[in-house]
């Protein structure tokens, strides 16, 4: 190393024991703009783990203070380093491994990276040291419905009902579980009273609209499918109309709403995969399946 790389070295290794803000920031200047930096290992592109650090370790390495680091990690969204320190945590088996706490934010850190299995696990673990907790149970019902278990995800936001009944977001998913298991009656139920707390609810009018198509409320589907789409359609809703309309054996609407639902969609191939997802629906209404295919040929 060469006198001015080595004084270079030396104006930020030659500081006191104690970390200032002046010893950052030339750490940082010299790691970035220094005319030798590329020959040094950057530790600003580097996870900073002063807990692993062999000689820090001992220092560092217990309950309380991983626990001010992992807040520090969840408070920057740092999930993967959140989900590491709080399963470090546990592991060390004393008294934090106990608190509901600690496993409320392992299972949010692991719900952000999508591990919602093992989010759920550590959210259970949550709900039984501390019992029927708003914010646990709620990201319970989440997960749940993320994987698509909706029988769990609703007895779970029936528990969340009890504690805020008139909650709209609340009310809109217990809707919407009740019609993914078949349970459209009483998923209508909800999505009326959506409308009711939420005025101009185009997620109450989908609900409403599309319950109501499933139970041969023909008439009252199409009504809330015309306010959705002098709303704020999507390609969905004149696809679901089309599908009304058809029904009620109003071809010539129905080809209408589907040629405006193809033009929305990305391709028309992606239209007619969606259409034909619903061929079932088509069918319990009497439709002919060959007619299917007549229909598509008509756009």
């Not at 009711?196 to 609810?201: L, Y």
């Not at 028309?268 to 259409?275: G, L, N």
């Not at 009497?286 to 040929?297: A, N, Q, W, Y």
Request: glycine share 2%; aromatic share 14%; net charge negative.
């Amino acid at each position: 190393m060469n006198d001015e790389k080595t004084k270079a070295f030396q104006g930020i290794t030659e500081q006191p024991h104690f970390i200032s803000n002046q010893y950052i920031h030339d750490l940082y200047r010299f790691f970035k703009l220094n005319n030798y930096r590329h020959e040094f290992r950057n530790i600003f592109n580097e996870k900073i783990e002063l807990q692993n650090v062999p000689v820090l370790k001992s220092i560092l390495y217990n309950q309380e203070t991983l626990a001010t680091i992992t807040d520090f990690h969840l408070k920057k969204e740092h999930w993967l380093e959140t989900a590491q320190l709080c399963q470090d945590i546990i592991e060390l088996g004393e008294s934090f491994s106990t608190q509901s706490e600690l496993y409320q934010k392992l299972g949010y850190a692991l719900q952000k990276t999508k591990e919602i299995d093992k989010a759920i696990v550590a959210y259970l673990k949550a709900d039984t040291i501390k019992p029927d907790h708003l914010w646990t149970i709620r990201h319970l019902a989440t997960c749940y419905r993320m994987n698509h278990n909706y029988a769990e995800a609703l007895s779970y936001y029936r528990k969340v009902e009890q504690i805020t009944p008139d909650k709209s977001n609340v009310v809109y998913f217990i809707g919407s579980c009740l019609a993914e298991l078949g349970k459209y009656e009483e998923a209508l139920n909800y999505f009326f009273k959506l409308d009711f707390i939420e005025s101009e609810s185009i997620k109450a009018w989908r609900g409403i609209a599309w319950c109501s198509f499933i139970i041969d409320k023909c008439d009252q589907s199409i009504k809330y499918y015309h306010k959705i789409i002098e709303n704020s359609p999507q390609a969905i809703d004149f696809m679901n109309a089309g599908h009304v309309a058809w029904s009620q054996k109003n071809i010539k609407e129905a080809a209408a709403f589907y040629a405006k639902a193809a033009d929305r969609f990305d391709s028309k191939d992606t239209f007619i995969d969606a259409f034909y997802k619903d061929k079932e629906y088509l069918l319990a209404k009497g439709i002919d399946e060959d007619d299917l295919s007549l229909m598509i040929d008509l756009l």
